[in-house]
Every structure is written in structure tokens, then in C-alpha cells.
């Protein structure tokens, strides 16, 4: 799934290539457009790390485990023998994103493992799609778990939700900043790049050949938690400009074992480095088992 944020705005000219260039094969073949379009859906970017999340993974364990045709880059905190808390990043994002989050639960008597999905940090390719991620959790959870929690970020939540409606066994589930459906997603992927609406029809049609016409249904975040009866604790920032805070009010409104908090001023990513926001993650997951 590709996403583009408001901030990318601030490349015009790359998005003014991409803008024309859709356009100009809209006029020539409809097909083609969406063909092209459909491609850059699953294109990932990947984005360099800043020193303090470097500084993370210094103090983690780098392992490897294949998923299918991919070499999953895999992160770990603590010791074997302690409960274990996975830790999913969102869309064009990177393991090292929750390295504070990895930090906080070490010092509470945690392990945590994470890991780069595939396009992302360290991780082979350079495309994706939900059920992929999906799949890379149940291995995990197939390796390692079973979890105590998951901790997801922004499109991580749609895939932890996902694996959870799979099957995997996890007792507590976090989602900070949730996007909550793949059909917003288009509609904001289409706003951005200005794709005209029978392009968008046509590139739906090709998501759903893809991966089923009930796609927009079993990857819908509001969806998959009705029948969810694990606690959920649902974090997003009033300020998010990139995922708005609905689409977590959306989630709350359909699980029922749930929990809503808003903060104000964090954004779609300061969240994860807020000292308060770790501290009720933890506080959430709660005592040792």
C-alpha cells in the first residue's frame, strides 16, 4: 500500500512528475494509468534514520529470519525467558521509530522484538502489502510468541489486526495513530496525486482481483475489532495531520473491549517519543505475567 503524507508536500516537484505523468497516460489509455497507479500503491520509500534511533538499535540483538522471499530484519531487547512484546512500525516507517517504547518495557522486565517489514529499514524489496506484513507477524509470533501485547504505529495497526484475525495469540493490543481502513487510504492516495475518479475505479477494481472483493472489508481496522475481545488500548493525537483522529474514534466505537485516548500536539510521529504516551503503553500492558 503506498501512503504519502502532507509532509511530502513539501517535494513538489517530484509530485508534480507523478501528477503529470498520471495524467498524460489518463488521456492516453485509461488501463495503462491504472496499471501504473496500482504499481505505485505497494511502492515503500525508505527514509534515513536519525542519530537517537540509531542509538536504539545499538542496544538490540540483530537477527534474521526469512518470510517467504524476504530476509526480515529482526531487533531484540532483553532476555528470552522474559514476556515478549512485538512492536510494529507504520508504512514507510522502521523498526527503530518505537526504540523508546523497546527502552521503557526492558526496564519494566520485558523483551520486545521488532522488526523492519518488508521495503522498509533494513528489509529486502521494495514494495508491499498488508497481508504480507500480516503474514511476517504470524511467523514471528510462530517463533517467538506467544506475545504478551502488540504495539502498533499508524498502517501497523491494519496489519497487527490482521495476524490477530489470523490467528496469532496475544493478550493486550496497542494502536497509536491508527489508519482505519484501506478505503480512506485510496481516497487520500487518490486527493494527493489527483487521480481522476474512473482511474480509481479501475485501480480498485485491480486491488480487488488482487486480493478479493470483500478486500475492503477484512481490511478494515472498525471491521476486524467487532469480534475482537482482546483489551485494546487506542492512542492518536487531535493534531495528526496525517492519519486524521476519526479514523481512531471510528476503531473505539466498534471494539468493545477498548480504550480512546487524544492527546494534543504530538503529531503522527512525536507520539512515539512522548514520555506520557510510553508510560500509559506500559502502565496498559501492565504487571509481568
Not at 513538489?12 to 497507479?37: D, E, G, Q, Y
Not at 481516497?187 to 478486500?215: N, S, T, W, Y
Not at 496525517?242 to 476503531?251: A, E, G, Y
Amino acid at each position: 500500500l503506498f501512503m504519502m503524507t502532507k509532509r511530502k508536500l513539501k517535494l513538489p516537484f517530484m509530485l508534480k512528475v507523478m501528477r503529470f505523468n498520471i495524467h498524460l497516460l489518463t488521456l492516453i489509455s485509461p488501463p495503462l494509468a491504472a496499471r501504473v497507479v496500482n504499481h505505485l500503491w505497494f511502492k515503500t520509500c525508505r527514509v534515513a534514520e536519525p542519530r537517537r534511533e540509531q542509538n536504539h538499535l545499538e542496544t538490540a540483538e540483530w537477527k534474521t529470519i526469512n518470510v517467504e522471499q524476504n530476509k526480515i530484519q529482526l531487533y531484540i531487547w532483553g532476555q528470552h525467558n522474559e514476556p515478549t512484546i512485538l512492536l510494529v512500525h507504520g508504512w514507510n516507517g522502521r523498526a527503530a521509530q518505537l526504540g523508546l517504547f523497546a527502552q521503557d518495557l526492558v526496564e519494566q522486565g520485558y523483551r520486545v522484538i521488532s522488526f523492519d517489514a518488508p521495503g522498509h529499514g533494513r528489509t529486502s524489496a521494495n514494495s508491499t502489502n498488508l497481508p504480507e506484513i500480516s503474514r511476517v507477524i504470524q511467523k514471528l509470533s510462530h517463533e517467538y510468541g506467544p506475545f504478551k501485547a502488540g504495539i502498533s504505529h499508524s498502517f501497523g495497526g491494519l496489519c497487527l489486526l490482521h495476524a490477530v484475525r489470523e490467528g496469532i495469540e496475544m493478550h493486550k493490543i496497542i494502536c497509536i495513530a491508527s489508519a482505519s481502513n484501506a478505503e480512506r487510504l485510496v481516497e487520500v492516495f487518490a486527493a494527493i496525486l489527483q487521480i481522476q475518479p474512473r482511474i480509481i475505479d479501475l485501480h480498485k477494481k485491480l486491488l480487488e482481483q488482487q486480493f478479493g472483493e470483500e478486500m475492503w472489508k477484512r481490511f478494515s481496522m472498525p471491521e476486524m475489532v467487532k469480534e475482537i475481545t482482546i483489551p485494546g488500548l487506542i492512542i492518536h493525537d487531535e493534531d495528526d495531520m496525517d492519519v486524521p483522529m476519526k479514523s481512531s474514534k471510528l476503531i473505539a466505537q466498534e471494539w468493545p473491549n477498548s480504550e480512546l485516548v487524544i492527546t494534543a500536539g504530538l503529531g503522527h510521529r512525536r507520539i512515539l517519543r512522548d514520555k506520557t504516551v510510553i508510560r500509559r503503553v506500559t502502565s496498559f500492558i501492565g504487571d509481568k505475567e
